[in-house]
C-alpha cells in the first residue's frame, strides 16, 4: 500500500484567488473560505469568498466579452478549446491530485474524472463547427425563409462538488464553443478544480471576460443575484431538485432559461434470466463509483425473486474486496463522503430503514475514520423507507425483490424522479418492452456505466430538463433565429 505523492509538478494550477476578466483577484472585501480534505479534515486552502459587487464585475467582463467571443469563427473558437483539452490532458496528474485533495475520490478515479472531463472539451470542440441552421421551403413565392442558429449570451453554470471537473466542462465546453460566455459558480466543497481549469484556460488562449470562475461561501446570495441579473441569460444547473426548483421561482422573474440536472432514483433491476456475475459486476460499477455520490448511482436494486440469494451473495462478496479510505492510498477504492452532512443524512437513511425492517445482509466495519463510510448491504428494503424516496448518496445497497416483469416496472417508476435507470436481462423483446416503459432519461442495457462525452445526459420529471453533451448538449446554449426576406 502505497501513499501517492501530493506535491505538483505545475504548482501554478493550486490556485486560491478568484478569476474575473483574466485576472486573478481576492474580491473587494479580501475575505475568504476555507476547502477541507474530506478525508481528513484538515483545511487545504483559503479560497477568496466573492462578495456579490464581485459577482457583478464579473457578469460586467463576460457582458463586455460576449460579442467578441461570439464573432469569431467557429473554427477559431474551436481551435481554442483543443488547445485548452491538450492542456488539461499533459497536467492531468496535477489536476487529479487538486481533485482528490478536495473531493476525496480514490486517485485511479479522480484521473479518470479528469479525462473523462476533458472528452467534454474535445466532444465540443468538434461540435461548434457543426452548428447547422436550417433553409425552409417558403410558403410565398416572394419570400426566403432562414433558421441560424446563435449564442444565447453570458451563462452561468452552477456546478456540484461531486464532480469538480467533469460538471464544469460538460457545461461550459458546449457554451463556449456556441460562443457564449460563462461564469462559473463552482462547489463551496471544492473550488480548487475549477480555478485550476481556468489556469489552464487562460494559457490555452480564452481571451479575458469569457470564462470566469466565481468561488463564493454564499451560493444563495449568489443565486438570486444571477436569477435576478438582466445581462445573464442562461442558467446551468447540477445539483438538487430542491434547488433546482428554487432557482426556477427567482429565475422566473427574468424568464431565465434553465438546464436542470437534478437528484435521480436510479433502479437496478435484474431479471432472472440476466447473466448474474455481469450484474453483479455492473452493480460494483454503478453503486460505489464514487462512494456512491452520483446523481446515476443506483439508489434501488431490484432483483427478481428466483437469483435474489445469488446475487446478494456474490455482491457480498465483491463488496468484501473493496478497500475504504484515504483516496491517496493506491488500493483505495471508496473514499471519504464529502462533508459532515453527508455522513449524517447517510446514517439517517440507514437507521430508518433498519427501524422500518431493513435487514443487514452485509456490512464490514473497517471505518478508519468517521468521515469514509464502509459499503452496506440491506436486503428487504420496501418503498415506505426513505432510502428508497431519496437518493442516498453513499455506499449503501438497497436490496428489494420482485416477481413479475410488471412489478419490477411499477416499482422503478413509482417515485417523482428520472434521471437513470438499469436493467440485466438476455431477453431481446424484453430490453425494448422494458426500457420503452421505464420513465427515465436514461436506461442502461447490461451495464452499470452510462457516461459519455457523446450521449445526452439528463433526465425527466423532478429529475430536471436539458441535455449535456452529444450532438443536443449545444442546442441549450443557442438561440434559433428565424429570418424572413422579401426578394420581390
Ligand atoms: C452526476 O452525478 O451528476 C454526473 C455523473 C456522471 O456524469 O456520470
Given at each position: 500500500m502505497n501513499r501517492l505523492p501530493i506535491d505538483l509538478k505545475n504548482a501554478d494550477l493550486f490556485k486560491q484567488e478568484a478569476f474575473i476578466n483574466g485576472q486573478w483577484t481576492k474580491g473587494t472585501e479580501k475575505k475568504t473560505f476555507p476547502v477541507y480534505?474530506?478525508?481528513?479534515?484538515?483545511?487545504?486552502?483559503?479560497?477568496?469568498?466573492?462578495?456579490?459587487?464581485?459577482?457583478?464585475?464579473?457578469?460586467?467582463?463576460?457582458?463586455?466579452?460576449?460579442?467578441?467571443?461570439?464573432?469569431?469563427?467557429?473554427?477559431?473558437?474551436?481551435?481554442?478549446?483543443?488547445?485548452?483539452?491538450?492542456?488539461?490532458?499533459?497536467?492531468?496528474?496535477?489536476?487529479?491530485?487538486?481533485?482528490?485533495?478536495?473531493?476525496?475520490?480514490?486517485?485511479?478515479?479522480?484521473?479518470?474524472?479528469?479525462?473523462?472531463?476533458?472528452?467534454?472539451?474535445?466532444?465540443?470542440?468538434?461540435?461548434?463547427?457543426?452548428?447547422?441552421?436550417?433553409?425552409?421551403?417558403?410558403?410565398?413565392?416572394?419570400?426566403?425563409?432562414?433558421?441560424?442558429?446563435?449564442?444565447?449570451?453570458?451563462?452561468?453554470?452552477?456546478?456540484?462538488?461531486?464532480?469538480?471537473?467533469?460538471?464544469?466542462?460538460?457545461?461550459?465546453?458546449?457554451?463556449l464553443a456556441a460562443g457564449c460566455t460563462v461564469l462559473v459558480k463552482p462547489a463551496e466543497d471544492t473550488p480548487l478544480s475549477a480555478l485550476a481549469l481556468a489556469v489552464l484556460a487562460k494559457k490555452a488562449g480564452i481571451p479575458k471576460g469569457v470564462l470566469n470562475i466565481l468561488p463564493t461561501s454564499k451560493p444563495v446570495i449568489a443565486g438570486d443575484f444571477f436569477c435576478a441579473h438582466k445581462n445573464i441569460q442562461k442558467i446551468s444547473f447540477t445539483g438538487s431538485t430542491k434547488t433546482g426548483k428554487y432557482l426556477m421561482e427567482k429565475g422566473a422573474a427574468t424568464l431565465k432559461k434553465l438546464s436542470l440536472e437534478l437528484g435521480g432514483n436510479a433502479p437496478f433491476i435484474v431479471f432472472d434470466d440476466a447473466d448474474v456475475d455481469a450484474a453483479v459486476k455492473g452493480a460494483i460499477l454503478s453503486k460505489y463509483r464514487n462512494a456512491g455520490q452520483t446523481c446515476v448511482c443506483t439508489n434501488r436494486f431490484l432483483i427478481h425473486a428466483n437469483i435474489l440469494d445469488a446475487f446478494n451473495e456474490k455482491l457480498a462478496l465483491e463488496v468484501n474486496k473493496m478497500k475504504v479510505g484515504d483516496g491517496f492510498l493506491d488500493d483505495t477504492q471508496i473514499g471519504p463522503l464529502i462533508n459532515e452532512a453527508a455522513i449524517k443524512k447517510v446514517n439517517f437513511l440507514l437507521n430508518d430503514a433498519i427501524e422500518k425492517g431493513a435487514k443487514i445482509f452485509y456490512s464490514k466495519n473497517t471505518s478508519v475514520d468517521i468521515t469514509v463510510i464502509s459499503p452496506i448491504i440491506l436486503t428487504q428494503v420496501t418503498p415506505d423507507m426513505a432510502l428508497s424516496k431519496e437518493e442516498i448518496f453513499g455506499p449503501i445497497s438497497a436490496i428489494t425483490s420482485f416477481s413479475t416483469e410488471e412489478e419490477a416496472i411499477y416499482i422503478a417508476n413509482n417515485t417523482e424522479f428520472g434521471l437513470a435507470s438499469y436493467i440485466y436481462t438476455k431477453d431481446n423483446a424484453r430490453i425494448h418492452r422494458v426500457t420503452e416503459a421505464l420513465q427515465y432519461g436514461m436506461v442502461g442495457v447490461n451495464t452499470g456505466i452510462i457516461s459519455y462525452a457523446a450521449v445526452p445526459f439528463g433526465g425527466i420529471k423532478e429529475s430536471g430538463f436539458g441535455r449535456e453533451g452529444s450532438k443536443y448538449g449545444i442546442d441549450e446554449f443557442q438561440i434559433l433565429k428565424y429570418i424572413c426576406t422579401d426578394i420581390s
Open positions: 480534505n474530506p478525508f481528513n479534515k484538515m483545511i487545504i486552502a483559503e479560497v477568496s469568498d466573492l462578495q456579490v459587487s464581485d459577482l457583478d464585475h464579473a457578469v460586467q467582463a463576460a457582458n463586455i466579452a460576449f460579442p467578441t467571443w461570439a464573432k469569431l469563427t467557429s473554427y477559431e473558437r474551436s481551435s481554442i478549446l483543443t488547445k485548452w483539452h491538450n492542456l488539461i490532458i499533459e497536467n492531468e496528474r496535477d489536476l487529479a491530485t487538486i481533485l482528490t485533495l478536495e473531493q476525496g475520490k480514490p486517485f485511479q478515479e479522480a484521473l479518470g474524472e479528469i479525462r473523462y472531463g476533458a472528452t467534454f472539451i474535445d466532444w465540443f470542440s468538434a461540435e461548434a463547427v457543426r452548428v447547422y441552421g436550417d433553409i425552409i421551403p417558403s410558403p410565398d413565392a416572394n419570400k426566403r425563409i432562414s433558421v441560424i442558429k446563435q449564442p444565447i449570451g453570458v451563462v452561468v453554470a452552477i456546478t456540484p462538488w461531486n464532480f469538480p471537473n467533469a460538471m464544469i466542462t460538460r457545461k461550459i465546453a458546449p457554451a
